[in-house]
């Protein structure tokens, strides 16, 4: 599974939390996620108009947009990670645009968007300004407009766990037990040497205190311990009395 972009991952979070039918529509989706008033295109020939507030201070970034959001869709249908449902009511007209915010007003070959007076937005100023791009990505967006979506359970595992897929968590525990089993190996073997070394300083210790106690002892002490824990015994021998032959004169 490929790597998403921000722009990707927040498109995919709002598919996941889609909840109602209105949510689900990706002409909802499309509208919803580019700041543009309306997207308009025409086949024979091939042409792609952006409607977009005069506040955008460049349209090529919208149309960028929408590249990417149809991209991203083809991608997820591709990899059976939505699947789409056809309805040939939403889009008839070659033409995608908030019917609930905005109304089109043409005027010979002049056409114009307008926000609804009853939209708590509605300024009654002019708002728009037109980008026109001689592509057919327009086929693509009546394409995907004209569909609504369902999410797989693994589209919804993948956001649970923050755009990781299961080949990249495995790969980033390998990764993980790469770099965590040597730092183990060195703090449990720099605990052992303190540890052996405390030890040592102990039986010194102990060692000392013994030699202490032994030069403390007097010799005869000594012997008699020795002589004892060996359960030596000793016995007195008489000597023979020697009889003097000399005499004197």
Not at 182 to 193: D, E, K, R
């Amino acid at each position: 599974m490929r790597k998403f972009s921000e722009f990707e991952e927040n498109i995919i979070k709002k598919m996941v939390a889609a909840k109602e039918y209105r949510e689900e529509s990706l002409a909802t989706l499309i509208n919803e996620n580019i700041p543009a008033i309306a997207l308009e295109w025409n086949t024979e020939p091939a042409s792609f108009t952006i409607y977009y507030p005069t506040t955008v201070e460049k349209p090529i970034k919208i149309y960028g947009q929408v590249q990417e959001i149809t991209y991203l869709l083809k991608y997820l249908e591709n990899e059976k990670l939505i699947n789409l449902n056809l309805s040939k009511n939403l889009i008839q007209d070659n033409r995608l645009y908030n019917l609930t915010r905005y109304e089109r007003i043409e005027n010979g070959n002049k056409v114009e968007y307008f926000i609804k007076m009853d939209d708590p937005h509605a300024t009654g100023k002019k708002f728009q300004d037109i980008a026109v791009f001689t592509t057919d990505i327009g086929n693509d967006v009546m394409y995907y407009a004209n569909r609504f979506f369902c999410v797989s359970e693994e589209l919804r595992d993948l956001v649970k766990n923050k755009f990781k897929s299961p080949e990249q968590k495995r790969h980033n525990q390998v990764i993980f037990w790469t770099i965590a089993v040597p730092i183990l190996v060195l703090i449990v073997t720099l605990f052992f040497g303190i540890w052996q070394k405390h030890s040592e300083t102990i039986d010194q210790s102990q060692l000392n205190q013994i030699k202490q106690s032994i030069e403390q002892k007097t010799l005869p002490e000594v012997f008699k311990t020795k002589i004892t824990n060996d359960t030596l015994t000793s016995k007195d021998v008489e000597m023979p009395k020697v009889k003097s032959t000399i005499q004197s004169k």
